[in-house]
């Protein structure tokens, strides 16, 4: 079976991703960094994420990881490629979205690849080479002061073009809607290595994987692979772990995870960690919160949040760094959790996602139903007792979303 290997540069984008691939017809498993996929997995799979956290690792780090990722796709019989990075291109100046893709073309021995990070459904288009966050310009947006990857530009080219050594050029909207066939032709006279193409749809993102279905690797975001249709009718096996409570652990503290924890405090529990306590004592203020989960009204859907306002949000304390100590946090109490009965847990932010998956040691997710534009429920066995995990990027979700995810599961 023709595999299409597909490189994210976190968790949720991996999980963004399969969710999109799964939409368009494909059976498709996540692995996590460098977990198992048996033979008999993998007989059932045309598509195969492999989740890594390279988006903000240092530069030669997310290179070798990257690499290495592509080789271990090329030894699961993957074909084509496909790097999967946000919809909003975070990345820092010096890289590493360029220097990853720089790394890949060379070792692939290919001259172009496309950058389509798109993704109309969440509001990220790109338009004469600009992306967009809804009506703002990406450095008018709220990305412009995100801590790790503060995003001041907003014309793609000039953000690849920093990164790498190579041209990157560009084609607008006017040629894209002249249909695939044209689009393979002026992609074919193109001398450069990179190519931003404008994507204002999701009518604009099948005819771009259409007249890329040759071509061995391709970059963007998630919405690039609603137009790479699978073999056939999905077989959905996918069933959710036996009933039990569930839990919403939010590390993130963007504009859309706050206002989705103001609305299900109308109905749930809902308690905020403390800062303090979290940089003193991270394992005993996970113990605590654990406490307090258990002691929640049977029936209720139990909340942890690093703020409820962006009034709570700080980025230090005394010198501290106090993004690390939440996920931390958070990543601890994932744990406790399952030993107090939760069998499912939202978890909200690419970092403490990361950190929650890699506390619990899963090797592979198995992607579920979709719950929103790029947000899935998956299933996974930990210590060999099946849990479901919906991990979701901060920005992503309607204002009902923790309230509402649960639906799937009942």
Known sequence: MTVLGIIADDFTG??????????????????????????????????VVIALKT????????VTSSRNAL???????ATRYYVKYCSTFDSTPRGNIGPILDALCNDLGVTRC?????????????????????SELLEDSSMRDHPLTPMTESKVASLLQAQSTHPVGEISLPTVRQGPARLRQVLAASTDRYVVIDAIDDTDLRTIAAATAGD?????????????S???TLNDSWTPPPSGRGAILCGSVSRASLAQVAHVSKTQPVRQVDISTALADPEGTAVRLALWVSDQPAGSTPVICAA?????????????EVAPAVEQVMALLARKLLTHGITALVVAGGETSGAVVRELGIGVL????????????????????????ALKSGNFGHEDFFSTAWESLA
């Open 14 to 47: 991996a999980t963004d991703v399969a969710t999109m691939l799964r939409r368009s017809k494909h059976q498709v498993a996540v692995v996590i960094e460098d977990g198992d996929l048996p033979a008999e997995q993998l007989s059932r799979l045309d598509a």
């Open 55 to 62: 988006r903000t690792a240092p530069l030669d780090e997310a």
């Open 71 to 77: 080789q271990r796709l090329r030894a699961w019989g």
């Open 114 to 134: 496309i950058a389509v990070p798109s993704l109309p459904a969440n509001g990220r288009t790109v338009y004469q080479g600009h992306l967009f966050v809804g």
């Open 216 to 228: 061995t690797l391709v970059s963007g975001g998630s919405g690039l692979a609603l137009g790479m």
């Open 230 to 232: 699978g073999p056939g």
């Open 308 to 320: 409820r306002s962006l009034r709570d949000v700080r980025q230090h304390v005394d010198g501290t």
């Open 366 to 389: 198995h992607i579920g139903p979709e719950l929103a534009p790029g947000v899935c429920w998956s299933t996974a066995e930990v210590e060999k007792r099946p849990i479901a995990l």
